[in-house]
C-alpha cells in the first residue's frame, strides 16, 4: 500500500476498526506491498534467531534487561521503511510515551506451530502494530479470567501467559493475511488474550467464525478451498513501545544488538 493510499490520522482508522470484537482492534489488509514484504523479509539476519520449543523469533534492537528495561537504540532502516513511516499517518503510535515503535520482535510460526493464550504486559504502552509475512494464519482472542489475572507470569521480552481457564467471546478469531497489520489497542490490549492454535490447517472460516471477515483483501481465497486455509511458514513483526529506556546503559554497551 503506497502512502498516498493510506487514510490519514488516527480518525480513519475506524474504518478499519473489527466491530464485532470488543474495542479497540484494527486490520488493515495489504498494509505493505508484495515487493515490500519480499524485501523485509530477505533482510532478517539468520544469526540473530532464537530457538523455543515451538517457534523461533528474535528482537530489535535489542532483548530487554531484567526490570523490562530496553537499551537505547534505534531500530534498522529496513524495520522502519516502509512501515514505522506509515504508522505516523495513522497516528497509531501518537500517544505512547515514545510517540513511535521501540522495540520489534519478529516471531516466525511453521506449519503446526502456535502460541498459548497471553497478553503483551506491562513493559509496554498499551499499542500493539503487527505486521504479517509469508502466509496466513489465524488469531484467536479470549477474555482473561479473575483466576488467570493471579497465576500470570511475566517473561522479560516476550509476552505475559496463562493455561487457565479464559471466557471465549464470538466471534473468535482473527484472520491475519500476508501484508497485513493488526492494531491492538485499550480494553482490547488490557483485558483480553490472544494465542495462535498449533494446528496444520486453518478450518471453518466463514463470516460467522472470523470477526474481521469483511476487511479481508481477499475472503474468496478461503470460500473457494472450503472454508481451509493449510498452514505455512508465517512471520510476523510485532512493534512495541517499551515504557522503560536507559540511555545510560546504551553508551555502556555500544547500543548491543543492533544490526
Known sequence: MAESDLPNGRDALQ????????????????????????SILGKIPAQRWVTLSHRRLQAHPSTLLKGHTLLASPLPDWLNKPVVERFKLLGIFEDTPHEGPNHVLINEYRRGEGIMPHEDGPAYAPVVATVSLGAPICLEITRKSAAADEEMQVHSDEAVSTNT??????PTRILQEPLSLLITTGPAYKDLLHGISPVEIDDNLNAETVANWNLLA??????????RSERATRISLT??????????ASRVFGGLGRR
Open 165 to 170: 481457564r479464559s471466557q471465549y467471546i464470538a
Open 15 to 38: 474504518f478499519f476498526r473489527i466491530a464485532s470484537l470488543p474495542p479497540d482492534f484494527y486490520y488493515i489488509p495489504n498494509f505493505i506491498t508484495m515487493e515490500e514484504e519480499a
Open 218 to 227: 481477499d475472503s474468496s481465497l478461503f470460500e473457494e478451498a472450503g472454508g
Open 239 to 248: 512493534y512495541r513501545d517499551v515504557l522503560k529506556v536507559s540511555s545510560a
